[in-house]
């Protein structure tokens, strides 16, 4: 008997030491993830070379970007168009954010309240995004963002 | 000289091979994912019982979807709302396909003209739409999939 309960003990330890050890890894992602956000929502109000270093540091060039209007933009495209001043964030506020943590892939949505200038179009409104990051060499990297304007939403 | 030329060329073959095992790796896991979205699209059209089994098969339950009006769905509901009815697409068509293999994950984005009900809201128009795959015990299973209307 005390044998059968000294395995229970271990098969229960064997399961929940490893659960516990992801539970730790993917909040501690979770905490990195909600950062390198909080980061580029800084750079997108700073707005220009700020922005430009951000989009540099945090995108790789295959990025895939869908705007709010339903256009793909390329990263060399939005680079140019800070460099040009056709993109400015007045307004960029973040809630409802939620991480879903797989390993080396996170995906994140979220509401945005913005408005500002995007390629040279001005925007207002209210938006769900989603965000998809790929970590590599230690950097959680963006390769997917897409807004949806959220219908009936209350605007500014 | 001799030498050195051979070394050059076991250098290019030993980098060209894995590029090119990997591009074929990829094409591989493109035309996976692209009859996998296919299939998904015919079976919406359908409808049930073949439009929840397909949603059930690759679909992960931790799914998000923002369809074109911005509401964030989870995946057991949307399945819920399949099986009830709730969503139901008269028409559906891609267009602009483009697919990104990263080894086990994927991003497929297009475009989609259609006509139906989504989770109870009706819908019309063209959308620009992103999907992310994971590929789990042999199946690309969809965990992201956002709509978004193309302004006119």
């Known amino acids: 008997m005390k044998r059968h309960l000294a395995i229970v003990t271990l098969v229960i330890l064997a399961l929940a030491v490893p659960a516990s050890m992801l539970a730790q890894q993917n909040s501690k992602a979770e905490k990195e993830i909600r950062a390198t956000i909080e980061e580029m929502r800084q750079a997108i109000i700073k707005g220009g070379s700020e922005n430009i270093a951000m989009l540099e540091k945090y995108s790789p060039d295959d990025w895939v970007r869908i705007n709010g209007s339903g256009v793909l933009v390329s990263k060399a495209e939005l680079i140019n168009g800070l460099r040009a001043g056709a993109q400015k964030a007045e307004v960029c506020d973040y809630s409802d954010i939620k991480v879903n943590i797989y390993g080396k892939w996170a995906i994140v949505t979220g509401i945005e309240n913005g408005k500002g200038t995007y390629l040279g179009t001005p925007y207002t409104g209210v938006y769900r995004w989603s965000r998809v990051f790929m970590k590599q060499n230690g950097i959680w990297k963006l390769v997917l963002y897409q807004h949806t304007p959220i219908a009936g939403a209350a605007k500014q | ?152």
Request: proline share 4%.
């Open chain 2, 1 to 152: 000289m001799k030498p050195r030329f051979v070394i050059a060329v076991l250098l290019v073959f030993a980098l060209a091979v894995p590029v090119s095992m990997l591009a074929q790796q990829n094409s591989k896991e493109e035309k996976e994912i692209r009859a996998v979205m296919e299939e998904m699209r015919q079976s919406v059209i359908k409808g049930n019982p073949e439009y929840a089994a397909t949603l059930e098969k690759y679909c992960t339950e931790d799914m998000v979807r923002i369809p074109g009006y911005g509401r964030l769905i989870a995946g057991t509901d949307y399945l819920a709302a399949a099986k009830k009815g709730t969503t139901t697409v008269e028409s559906l068509e891609y267009s602009d396909l483009k697919v990104q293999v990263y080894g086990k994950w994927a991003i497929a984005t297009g475009i989609e003209t259609g006509k139906g009900v989504q989770v109870g809201v009706p819908w019309t128009g063209t959308y620009r739409f992103s999907r992310v795959f994971v590929k789990r015990d042999g199946i690309w299973k969809t965990v992201l999939y956002q709509d978004t209307p193309i302004a006119q």
